[in-house]
């Protein structure tokens, strides 16, 4: 359900009481979406757990330093990785595991903007990864913490209801690639993905988010600080602040709104949600029954275990 800001951040003032604990892993917690969520979620929860991951150490040690200001009484982590290598993902993820017997949310918001191709020795574009293989080699690993939680959630934060036709011999971007078609395969990947896992993991709910257009370093990042900062100026008009985005994706995480399967009261519920910011559903219902009738949920997973199984075995 579609919510204002003003009753998204009613809804996280409750959560000292709603929730009064959360464990919680921002994987691109260093910067932008996942940074400012993870503040303000370790601001609204009684006593949260939060271990982020990112490469950017210093900045790491500095959000560690935000969220204790925004509450001392919560424990916080920096875990510092390269995930455009699964392998690490899954050093990552062993360690995560020795220390956490359920995780309450799992945010992943790694990777930014891609105009040309930049092939990892996977032979698979890095921005690709990020997006779409290295998120999904952290649902896979962390299924059964999430699994031994109460009410586990997943959270991907790309671009929920924008998915795109999608062709079963172009899925790593080798027989075409352009902006249109990095942007569009993670994003139907992600959706045919959690369409997959929500119905073999009922008890986890799945969120495919887009966060709107968010004033982070991303497009400095992208473009170059000068150019990044004119088209930040030209975008302010419509963009949302690092806070506000903080508390919009704050509120996703944690609504009660977004149930999974196994907890929804509607039997045709299905687990998983295309959302914008606000919560708004921006399911592309005609694309993805096409994208079903065509049997592409089965075959975008099929593919991803058999490309963790190429990278990892
Ligand atoms: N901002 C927007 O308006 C917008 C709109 C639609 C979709 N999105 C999508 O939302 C996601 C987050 O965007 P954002 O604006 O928050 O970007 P951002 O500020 O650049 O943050 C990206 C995060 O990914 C991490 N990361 C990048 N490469 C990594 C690697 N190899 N290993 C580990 N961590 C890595 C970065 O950490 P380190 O640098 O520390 O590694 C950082 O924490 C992106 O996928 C973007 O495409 C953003």
């Known amino acids: 359900m579609a919510h204002t800001l003003a009753q998204a951040r009613a809804w996280n003032a409750t959560l000292k009481t709603a929730r ?3 464990t919680a892993l921002f994987v691109g917690g260093t910067s932008g979406i996942g940074r400012s969520t993870a ?4 601001g609204s929860i009684a006593k949260p757990t939060i271990y982020i991951v990112g490469r950017n150490e ?13 509450n001392n009484n919560g424990s916080y982590s920096l875990i510092p990785a390269d995930v455009s290598d699964l392998r690490k993902v899954d050093t990552v993820c062993q360690d995560l595991k020795s220390k956490v017997k359920a995780l309450d949310l799992l945010f992943l918001s790694t990777g930014g903007i891609t105009f040309s191709k930049q092939e990892t020795d996977a032979k698979i574009d890095v921005n690709h990864i990020l997006r779409y293989y290295s998120r999904m080699r952290f649902v896979y690993n962390l299924l059964p913490t999430l699994e031994a939680a109460n009410s586990p959630r997943v959270v991907s934060i790309l671009a929920g209801g924008k998915e795109i036709n999608i062709e079963e011999d172009n899925l790593d971007l080798q027989k075409e690639f352009s902006f249109s078609a990095s942007n ?11 369409d997959t896992l929500a119905s073999e993991h009922p008890s986890v709910s ?12 991303l497009m400095n990042k992208t473009i170059g ?8 100026f030209l975008a302010k008009p419509i963009s949302i602040s690092m806070a506000d985005s903080g508390e919009w994706q704050t509120r996703l995480s944690t609504s009660t709104d977004f149930p999974s399967k196994q907890d929804s009261t509607d039997a045709s519920a299905v687990g998983y949600y295309m959302l ?6 921006s399911t592309n219902k005609a694309l993805m029954e096409e994208l079903r009738e065509k049997g592409f949920p089965a075959i975008v997973w099929k593919h991803t275990l058999a490309t963790f199984d190429r990278i990892c075995a």
């Open 20 to 22: 009064p604990e959360l």
């Open 39 to 42: 503040i303000k979620l370790a």
């Open 206 to 217: 799945f969120l495919h988010v887009f966060p709107g257009i968010v004033a982070t370093p």
């Open 276 to 281: 914008n910011h606000d919560g708004k559903d």
């Open 58 to 70: 210093k900045a790491g040690a500095q959000i560690l330093e935000e969220m204790k200001a925004a």
């Open 225 to 232: 600080s000068v150019l990044g900062t004119i088209v930040g």
């Open 184 to 194: 569009g395969y993670p994003t139907s990947m992600t959706s045919l993905a959690f």
